[in-house]
């Protein structure tokens, strides 16, 4: 028996969820949600598409779950922001996590979490709502990826590290063990990050990673 889910999102990372929700898990997308200012028309893929602000109207929290499926370059803040609000609107939120993937039983993961294949999540792990786990990744045994993390493919964390919140970690960047980094960072396409950095919103790159001059919050024109 198939779940009714509604996509948070119109673009290709709700296009993507729709497939991969629609051929992999026990889900049936009915509909999807964008704020009315981003909405073009009525359907989207065949399906209804309706504004946030009034999307109980049209789906009832009590029958049906969501997922928001939202990236961009503002340090994945405006997912935060729209999961946050249809969690106030009581719905409730499905993850996604590939047949293709591997998450040990001993792994706690968040609300409104997508991991996609060739994932390795190991024992002891813990990871936060709105997670993103793009394909290929290595997250080590007792490691933290906090809320609202962009983890890109194939980087590795080593065990008992910790990503700060709405972090952004690029493609085959990689941790040492016992590896901590702050709330807001971004972390460059291969950078090798054998130290901590619990200061937030550093700008990581290079081998080894050390940090821009340039904040995060001032990269990306955000308040802190």
């Not at 946050?84 to 706690?108: C, D, I, P």
């Not at 910790?162 to 990689?174: L, P, T, W, Y």
Request: hydrophobic residues 40%.
């Amino acid at each position: 028996m198939t779940t009714p889910l509604l996509i948070v999102g119109a673009g290709e990372f709700a296009d993507i969820a729709h497939e991969y929700f629609s051929t992999d898990s026990d889900y049936e997308v009915v509909g999807f949600a964008v704020e009315a200012a981003y909405r073009e028309s009525d359907t989207h893929r065949g399906l209804p598409l309706v504004d946030v602000e009034s999307i109980e109207e049209r789906f009832d929290p009590t029958t049906i779950q969501t997922h928001v499926a939202v990236t961009n370059t503002q340090l994945n803040r405006v997912r935060e922001r729209l999961v946050e609000l249809m969690r106030n609107k009581g719905y409730r939120f499905a993850n996604y996590v590939s047949s293709h993937a591997f998450v040990w039983r001993t792994a706690q993961l968040g609300d409104n979490v997508f991991v996609f294949e060739n994932n390795v999540v190991q024992h002891g792990v813990k990871i936060g709502d709105g997670v993103v786990l793009w394909s290929g990744n290595h997250v080590g045994h007792q490691s933290q990826i906090e809320d609202f993390c962009f983890l890109s493919s194939h980087v590795v964390v080593s065990g008992y590290c910790k990503i700060g919140r709405r972090s952004f970690v690029g493609v085959n960047a990689a941790f040492a063990d016992n590896i901590e980094i702050g709330e807001d960072c971004f972390v460059g396409l291969g950078a090798v990050v054998n130290k901590s950095f619990k200061d937030p919103g550093q700008l990581l790159t290079g081998h080894p990673a050390e940090p821009s001059r340039v904040s995060t919050y001032r990269y990306f024109k955000l308040a802190n």
